[in-house]
């Protein structure tokens, strides 16, 4: 009988108990939760530095909690169908396997699909990085005197007082009552957060040619939005500019200097603005209104960027159909952070997806069968899968909860 | 006849499929999976009482924060020692996890007092820096 030498590299184990396509993956999954600590830990540090409420809350930046819970769902269920997939293959059961594997393509897809519906909904609204105008406070505003009706908006006590004018005292009804004090301390609240921005605009430079730039933007906006309206008000526009000539020219002939008052030049065109928007709707009306302060040369003063984007933002609230670009304070820093949280996620959900189109491609011609090999792939693409779940795990209460 | 010394593709794919010193059932994971669902619906939850938006008016910022923070840190915990696998392969890859636990903290904590503490003169309003 022959005896062969022992084979000692059988038996001595170097460097870590694990194959290399593992340790492979565990490093590269490593260089990704740095990649994510950075992206994440910059906008828990940039959240903490603004001032206590001035952060854009959800509703202010139009995201949904119950998309979020939504996709949340999605990437769990995914995570789940993905190590079921893992121990179907690992019993030899390819049909199973292919079948998880599907379903965890599809909820990925869907993951983007409802991520794709939800920047889209930002986009209308002006919300992007750089774009959004979080920078409307005139260093002159704070020498203004507060106490005037148009900065309302900007002390909660005024804003209270507001508020009780156009609603009333509080109902004696329970029920009512509950409503009411929502509503009454979600106004205070914003106006709070504005008065913070104010007091803090000292950190965001103020330049006029944004501020320009919104009011234009904004009535560009609300010419789509009433733009019917504006059609039925033509007439009536003309009607108001022929009586205001023919007004003028009688005083000049009293007085060749004499020109007809403001005021009395804004009474002519409102009344004959008014049995048209009396017709109108709501909407209608409260848009013409914010528009009117945009476009007309008889107002006391000009409107100021910042009432614009107070104006846009309460009328954004109440008509949700309404895309116009709302003042958001520190608005640009929150969609820069989201969009590259987010964006750099959705990009690793894609790249997983290929991955897994791949593999399911393999198993619907049947070469998703039992080998080390496949198991082994299915166990590290699920390691990265469960990663992009770990991560959006984190991102859904930062973005959309807290 | 095969050299020993030679790596072979499928001994380290076979490394791990049969190097299985423990074994997570399919019905540990459909626990865990209904257990991730619960957290993630005690998540909505604590931000509907606790959230700027509270349904019983008793928003608080910071027990909303450290609840929905835990909450965030047990799905993690559950998916990575579950599904990753770590409840087997904790022995083998803690040496990658470890320090990235101790960097991860540092980014924030290394940036916090700069800026977030930064002295801010407000003006109007706050006598203090």
């Not at chain 1, 009536?236 to 009688?250: L, P, Q, T, V, Y």
């Not at chain 1, 009293?254 to 603005?273: M, Q």
């Not at chain 2, 423990?22 to 909505?44: E, N």
């Not at chain 2, 349904?55 to 840190?73: D, E, K, S």
């Amino acid at each position: 009988m022959t005896t062969a030498t022992v084979d000692e590299s059988k038996y001595i184990q170097r460097g870590i108990p694990v194959s290399n396509g593992k340790l492979a993956m565990w490093l590269f999954l490593v260089t990704e939760i740095m990649f994510f600590t950075g992206l994440i830990g910059t906008y828990i540090i940039l959240r903490k530095s603004t001032p206590s409420g001035a952060w854009p809350e959800p509703r202010d930046v139009h995201l949904s909690e119950l998309l979020g819970a939504i996709n949340t769902f999605v990437l769990i269920f995914s995570s789940f169908t993905v190590v079921m997939a893992h121990s179907a293959i690992s019993r030899g059961d390819s049909k199973k396997t292919v079948i998880y594997i599907a379903i965890t393509f599809f909820c990925g897809v869907l993951f983007l699909g409802i991520k794709a519906y939800e920047y889209t909904a930002k986009f209308q609204h002006g919300i992007m990085p750089g774009r959004m105008a979080d920078n409307l406070v005139d260093p002159a505003l704070r020498e203004i005197d507060t106490t005037l009706p148009a900065y309302q908006h900007f002390d909660p006590a005024q804003a209270e007082a507001k508020f009780k004018r156009e609603h009333g005292e509080r109902p004696p009804d329970p029920a009512q009552a509950t409503a009411y004090d929502r509503q009454l301390e979600s106004v205070r609240k914003s106006a709070l957060k504005f008065k913070q921005a104010i007091e803090s605009s000292g950190r965001h430079p103020y330049d006029p040619n944004v501020a320009e730039w919104y009011k234009r933007d904004t009535k560009n906006r609300l010419v789509e939005a009433i733009a019917p309206l504006l059609d039925r008000l033509k007439p009536a526009e003309e009607s108001a500019g022929n009586k205001i000539k023919a007004a003028e020219e009688e005083l000049k002939k009293a007085d060749p200097k004499a020109a007809l008052s403001r005021e009395r030049r804004r009474e002519i065109v409102e009344k004959e603005r008014a049995p048209i928007l009396a017709a109108a709707s709501e909407k209608e009306r409260q848009c013409f209104e914010l528009y009117d302060q945009l476009t007309s040369t008889d107002l006391l003063r000009p409107i100021t960027a910042l009432e614009v984007g107070v104006e846009a933002k309460e009328l954004s609230e109440k008509f949700e159909d309404l895309h116009l670009r709302p003042y958001i304070p520190y608005g640009n820093l929150w969609s820069s952070s989201y969009f590259a949280m987010t964006g750099f996620h959705a990009v690793h959900v894609l790249g997983g997806i290929v991955v897994f189109g791949i593999i399911l491609l393999h198993g619907l011609r049947g070469k998703l069968v039992k080998n080390p090999w496949n198991v082994s792939m299915l166990e590290l693409t699920g390691l990265y899968w469960h990663f992009v779940d770990v991560v959006w795990i984190f991102l859904f209460p930062l973005l959309y909860l807290v | 006849m095969t050299d020993a010394h030679a790596p072979s593709a499928t001994h380290d794919a076979a490394h791990d499929a049969h190097a299985h010193e423990g074994h997570i059932s399919d019905k540990t994971f459909m626990k865990v999976f209904g257990g991730l669902l619960v957290c993630t619906a005690m998540s909505y939850g604590t931000n509907r009482f606790f959230g700027s938006e509270s349904i019983i008016h008793t928003p608080n910022a910071v027990v909303n924060f450290l609840l929905i923070g835990m909450i965030a840190c047990f799905k993690a915990f559950l998916v990575m020692y579950f599904f990753m696998h770590l409840k087997i392969d904790w022995r083998k890859v803690f040496v990658f996890l470890i320090p990235i636990c101790i960097l991860a903290p540092m980014v924030i904590i290394v940036l916090w007092p700069d800026i977030v503490l930064a002295w801010r003169i407000l003006p109007e309003t706050s006598g203090t820096p």
